[in-house]
């Protein structure tokens, strides 16, 4: 199972030097294709200082087809849906613009990325992306208020 084999390739050498901002782990050890990735908002974003929770799934076909990527972690934000599914629009991630040469990692650090710089051009949540382009102010404050409530871990 050569998917197998570069699924674990790619998890060592992610554990191992993770991106900045940027954690992962297996959602449960015995499956490959299951990972919890914790990522940390960006500083100067409206996320800074929030903890996230992204699902990262890997299909069986593995690079040949693109893993999906969701917050399981409720984000306010143009490029991930407003619903219990969090999925997220990269469009790398698309099945015509996937490639299999294309890494976790770089998924992984683009969709880190798109927390600092969302594309409003190419929103899923078209009231939000708006927003955004409209009355960011406002935008950011929302954005804020929803990384408090939700993404903040409690200090005990």
């Given at each position: 199972?050569?998917?197998?084999?570069?699924?674990a390739?790619?998890?060592?050498?992610?554990m191992?030097?993770?991106?900045?901002?940027?954690?992962?782990?297996?959602?449960?050890?015995s499956?490959?294709?299951?990972w919890k990735v914790?990522?940390?908002?960006?500083?100067?974003?409206?996320?800074?200082?929030?903890?996230?929770?992204?699902?990262?799934?890997?299909?069986?076909?593995?690079?040949?087809?693109?893993?999906?990527?969701?917050?399981?972690?409720?984000?306010?934000?143009?490029?991930v849906?407003?619903?219990?599914k969090?999925?997220?629009?990269?469009g790398?991630?698309?099945?015509?613009?996937?490639?299999?040469?294309?890494?976790?990692a770089?998924?992984?650090?683009?969709?880190?990325q798109?927390?600092?710089?969302p594309?409003?051009?190419?929103?899923?949540?078209?009231?939000?992306?708006?927003?955004?382009?409209?009355?960011?102010?406002?935008?950011?404050?929302?954005?804020?208020?929803?990384?408090r409530?939700f993404a903040?871990?409690?200090?005990?």
């Amino acid at each position: 199972m050569g998917s197998q084999k570069r699924i674990a390739k790619e998890l060592a050498e992610l554990m191992e030097s993770p991106p900045a901002g940027i954690s992962v782990q297996l959602a449960d050890e015995s499956n490959l294709y299951e990972w919890k990735v914790y990522m940390e908002g960006p500083e100067g974003s409206p996320y800074h200082n929030g903890k996230f929770l992204v699902k990262l799934t890997l299909p069986t076909e593995y690079p040949f087809k693109p893993p999906t990527v969701s917050f399981a972690t409720k984000i306010y934000h143009p490029n991930v849906t407003n619903d219990d599914k969090g999925s997220m629009c990269l469009g790398m991630l698309r099945p015509d613009e996937w490639k299999p040469s294309s890494r976790i990692a770089a998924v992984l650090q683009f969709a880190r990325q798109l927390l600092d710089e969302p594309m409003p051009d190419d929103a899923v949540e078209g009231r939000i992306a708006e927003q955004y382009k409209n009355d960011r102010p406002r935008y950011e404050e929302i954005a804020r208020e929803w990384t408090r409530k939700f993404a903040t871990e409690e200090k005990a």
